[in-house]
């Protein structure tokens, strides 16, 4: 019984590389056109907003947390940047200040969580509405369309690699880094696992949670501004949902919603990567629009079952150990 979970336990953990090969495989059986090299690397450029926003995502999702408020985040740091081009101003310098943005929404989530002890979801769900708010307010819920020099950046090519790539690679790596290589990533995963037990071991556990949303944050920002380069345009429905994106994208790749476990590389990565691959697929193959929010909607619901079964079988695979030792 015990070899069954393990094997169980083992085949969980590699869900993200086996759905991708099998997404692959059927849109590929159903189109020739899903399998030409372009179409791959233009699922990576497509995959690298996502990506950045699931990171950030992930690290929140460490800590035991959410994160409700990227979409909305994302969306104010765009719309304040495309009101800055609008008004002539440079776009580093928009870009810089839709970074900062970032940052200020991160801080802003990060206050209300470990300063006046309001629940993670209930913080990010008020800043949710109140960003999205003050997005609508800045572009009168209209479209603003954007110069050629910022679609330019997101057709760039950094050493012969799409910029958005180059950049998506940077941040997902850096974060891992992060995670895996410093005292602040183990002290992520120690909080995530248990907030009391860190705390009485001596870890600042407010100071670890404040880092984590400030870095969503900051993804959010990053994101938005890949998908800004790229459409060229902010719409009154841009980022819309997208924290749904980012979850399903790092609970696919592995990160627990109840913390402690998951990581960027290969996970999280992995799982934009698969959650672009199905949208771009269902491009491909001209299925019905109307049939995208359900089909996203199932992988959504599939991320959060394969992470109920993983819980389960860890914790059933721990008693089992404690068991065979006493």
Known sequence: MMKNNKFWAMLLNRTPAILLLAVVAIFGSISG???????????????????????????VLLTAGVDLSVGSLMFVAVALAGKMIANDQPVWLSFAVAFMVG?????????LIT???IVAFIATLATLFIGRGFGLWLTNTRAMNMPDAVTALGASRCCGIPTPIVVMLLVTVTIHWFLVRTPWGRQ??????????????????QPILFAAYVICGACAAISGLIALTQTGAVSPSFGQ?????????????????????????????FGAILFQTIENGLVIINADPYLYPMVLSAVIFLAVFLDTSRQHLVANLSRRTLQSVA
């Open 115 to 117: 300063r006046f002890r």
């Open 188 to 205: 992520v995963y120690a909080v995530g696992n248990d907030p009391d037990a860190a705390q009485k071991a001596g870890l600042r556990v």
């Open 103 to 111: 940052l200020a929404g991160g801080a802003l989530n990060a206050l």
């Open 33 to 59: 056109r899903f399998f030409e090299p372009q179409n791959f690397l233009n699922i990576l450029v497509q995959s690298s907003a996502l990506a950045i926003a699931a990171t950030g995502m992930t690290v």
């Open 241 to 269: 949902q997208k924290e749904f994106a980012a979850i399903a994208a790092a609970v696919l790749g592995g990160t627990s919603l109840f913390g402690g476990r998951g990581n960027v590389l290969p996970g999280t990565l």
